[in-house]
């Protein structure tokens, strides 16, 4: 909303010394959004004048009509003799008055106006368009000023009111009311404590006939319908400059008195209003919903397609009019409209919203609607409206009014009186918040215990008493609430579970990964490029209502996609040695489809059932950390050639998520999607499956861009089992033996098939077990392979002997012998 300062003057007794800038500080003290302030006309400077044109010169020989014109100046000049000028426009003629900027003057923008030859004549100075004074954006001819008393030589910077402070204010959807002077005035006189006059204070005639009939076919679609007949209005009648400059100020473009009139009225009072030609209408008028089939031609020449909820302005021919968004076509007052009918009204907001958003037509009209208008203006606006016609444009205002209404029960709010001071902490006594909400416009009964308070008709959005408490706390100032640290309530801490990701994640990035956060969504065409079978659980996905992308739509099932994707952009901005993690929640939908999730009050706590029903529609989601590695996981330098990270890192990652849990895991050989078929582990715990890692299918790196041989891991960590309280492990003060033992085996034997089994044979006393060589030859036998192992035994409590350590290595040879058939090397 663009208002400018003259003109919430006219409403709001302000101090003389106030600019734009200090008002706009006031206004965002209460809540405002004060974008800019803007200070038209500040770099015009006279002498700019009104002229009258004393004779007209055609010159010839040119490209363009040129015209040599003598004005009158009176003494603004110095002399008091005709200024000569050479002008391009053709709209004039002698005797009209017109604006004049002689030499040493300056337009908007810095143009500076000097005597120079042109034409072969000499001109001194220029005669303005609008748009060279920028007050409008006509500029097919020069400004023609209206019949008036001011003499040749008056100050046109004050006459036409050029200098100007213009507040661009951003109007949030619940303050309807600031998109008007009236609302932005009231605000401007409670700020400054002054008084304010009501624009809307306008006694219409007591009038017991109707005028134009008219009806509402649907009170769900308007609750008040208005109208008001004018007739003999001249078309040709001209909109006074003042309000052609207010308009183009507010950001409307002046078209005609009778538009530029009702437009006037909207920017002033807030009300929108449409006016009809007279002899273009058929029969009564009814307000109701769309019937299916119906079209409508409007205003911008469109033809629509009407929807059944659409909320339509009819008469016996049908549609014609988009309630409180656009006219129709067929019924438009025209340049030989003199009859015409005033309509104002009260529509239904969310009606009014949806229809604009529908047929993605947004007018001020709608805009202002779908906030909230006053119910009460429609009388007050349309006779405002109807007598700007006779003053201006010279009709005849027609006695009677149509006034259709539906009824509504009044809005009243019980609210505590200390409540506004609960929410804001600051304690305000009960006169201050009776006398706040009375400047709002509130009627407030002060009872025992509590507040009875009536919202006045601007302000629809107060409904609660948490909104009177807003009303309140920004009207007392928001600045004079103390800033203090929050006061914690006692608790518990963090939960084990919050525990277990911040140990996990301080564990993945001691390890050298660095956290990343990517968004929880997902396309259809991640499980083809994650290279899913058809019947992978991972892909059915929720789709999301109302996605922040169409190329995304889904919730994801996975981690990897985001982490993938992030991989990628850092390899093509130069990091190619990279390793990545991210903890987050996957989204996989319960048996038999999400339910539906209830639609809770706002004026109560949820119940049990409500909260119930709430989580069976929701789906599951688990936590899940993923890591993903490229390029060289131990760097190449002076001191030799580095390593590039393999499969192995990824399930070294697991295993480091795992140790924060105190679990240990089991490796197994697997296949699964996006992994490499022969590259693949299975992460155990105990029996349990808890994630995957390895190195990815090529087509998968093909499919995101990704290096050659990246490696991913993705585990859940509730699979885990229950962490409780991880304590450190007792560290024992005496030596530790080492035993190297060679095990021969079947090639498909898994090496973790080994170990387990040195460890189940090997007993208390062995404190490790580390694989440090895999041997395949000819020494080793067709099909078979070594895997070396290094046993670490220690006992808490004293040296072992060489007997006991080799005793317990025995016993795990022997143990790894029965169950994996394994031949120690060289025994």
Known sequence: MRAPLSWLREYVALPAGVTGRDLAAKLIAAGLEVETVEQAGLDVTGPLVVGRVLAIEELTGFKKPIRYCQVDVGQANGTGEPQNIVCGAANFAVGDRVVVILPGGELPGGFTIGSRKTYGKVSEGMICSVRELEIGDDHDGILVLPPGDEPAGTDAIELLGLRD???????????GYALSIRGLAREAATAYGVPFTDPADVQPPADSADSYPAGIGDPTACDRFVLREVRGFDPSAQTPIAMRVRLHRAGMRPVSLAVDITNYVMLELGQPLHAFDRGKLTGPIVVRRAAAGERLETLDHVRRELHAEDILITDESGPISMAGTMGGLATEIDEKSADMVIEAAHFDPIGTARMSRRHKLHSEASYRFERGVDRELPLYASYRAARMLAELGGAEVLPGVTHAEAPVEPVT???AAGHPGRVAGVPYERDAVVRRLEQVGCTVESGADALTVTPPSWRPDLTDPNDLAEEVIRLEGYDAIPSRAPRPSTGRGLTTDQR???RVGRALAGAGYVEVLSYPFAAEKDWDALQLPADDARRRALRLANPMSEDEPLLRTTLLPGLFKALARNVGRGFGDAGLYELG????????GPGRAPRLAVDRGPTAEEIASLKAALPDQPQRVAVVLAGEREPSGWWGKGRAADWADAVEAARTV????????TVRADRHAPWHPGRCAALYAGDTLVGHAGE??????KAYGLPARSCAMELELRRLGDVGVVRAPHVSSYPVATQDVALVVDA???AAEVEAALREGAGELLESVRLFDVYTGEQAGEGRKSLAYSLRFRAPDRTLTAEEAGASRDAAVAAAAERTGAVQRGG
Do not use: N, Y
């Open 165 to 175: 402070d213009v507040l661009d204010i951003a109007v949030t959807p619940d303050r």
């Open 413 to 415: 709010v019980s609210m």
């Open 500 to 502: 277990l990701r911040r």
């Open 585 to 592: 929640l996957v989204f996989r939908p319960r048996e038999g």
């Open 658 to 665: 795992a140790r924060e849990a105190g679990v240990e895991l």
């Open 696 to 701: 990815l299918h090529p087509r998968v790196i």
């Open 748 to 750: 498909a034997v898994a």
